[in-house]
């Protein structure tokens, strides 16, 4: 089954703990992002990336890194979360840079920083 | 800037209705339009995606129409059910920011059984 699959879904971590939330997807896509999405602000990207070794900031990049070493995989990394940071994130993927191809989006992490 | 505005923010229907869902968007310069389908809890269904060059979509009980030169767009669900309550996102893939979809704020539709 074709996916994009997050991990964990839901997470409370303390402000300043490191942690990484993962993304994979088996459908051999060449753009990956992630975003996230507040109330009254709707979902907003954070970071993308066209292929492998090659990313770029979204919107709202403050406060996360982004690697893409493999091509099924593009984890979100908070060095030292803080409370708002607070959200619901996505990660999505599609299958080139090509505008025209539809978007696939994972489950979504729930991350709630104390 | 981009902007897409959904509208009504919210919708309740009795079973049955045929309705419609409105995105507008403030800039033409898009690739591609998709509605998504978000329920509690979880991710984001493609429903339907629409190309700058097309008219419409179509899938089962759901239509898409797409007026790229006016900037709407409208998701039509015939004959609708209880099982068809979640938001509803629109977002646009817009020329000028590569593949970044930018977002609707969507609309919370629920079907009264």
């Known amino acids: 089954e074709a996916q994009v699959t997050q991990n964990p879904r839901y997470l409370i971590t303390v402000t300043g703990k490191k942690l990484t939330v993962t993304c994979s997807q088996n459908m051999n896509h060449e753009y990956m992002s992630w975003y996230r999405q507040d109330p009254g602000l709707g979902l907003r990207q954070i970071y993308y990336?066209?292929?492998?070794?090659?990313?770029d900031k979204g919107d709202v990049p403050e406060g996360y890194k982004v690697s893409r070493k493999e091509k099924r995989n593009f984890p979100l990394i908070l060095e030292s979360p803080s409370p708002n940071q607070t959200s619901l994130y996505f990660c999505?993927?599609?299958?080139?840079?090509?505008?025209?191809?539809?978007?696939?989006f994972g489950q979504g992490t729930r991350l709630t920083v104390v | 800037k981009q902007e897409v505005t959904q509208i009504p923010a919210a919708l309740s229907v009795p079973e049955g209705e045929n309705l419609v869902l409105n995105c507008s968007f403030t800039d033409s310069a898009i690739y591609n339009l998709q509605w998504f389908r978000q329920d509690p809890g979880k991710g984001l269904t493609s429903l339907l995606l629409?190309?700058?060059?097309?008219r419409e979509q179509t899938s089962g009980r759901l239509n898409a129409s797409l007026d790229k030169s006016s900037g709407r767009s409208t998701l039509y669900i015939a004959a609708s059910q209880p099982g068809d309550s979640a938001t509803y996102l629109c977002?646009?893939?817009?020329?000028?920011?590569?593949?970044?979809?930018?977002f609707g704020a969507g609309t919370i539709l629920r079907v009264k059984s």
């Open positions: 999505a993927s599609s299958l080139t840079i090509n505008l025209n191809t539809e978007a696939f």
């Open positions: 629409i190309q700058s060059s097309q």
């Open positions: 977002a646009v893939n817009h020329m000028e920011y590569g593949n970044k979809l930018v």
């Open positions: 990336s066209m292929n492998v070794e090659v990313t």
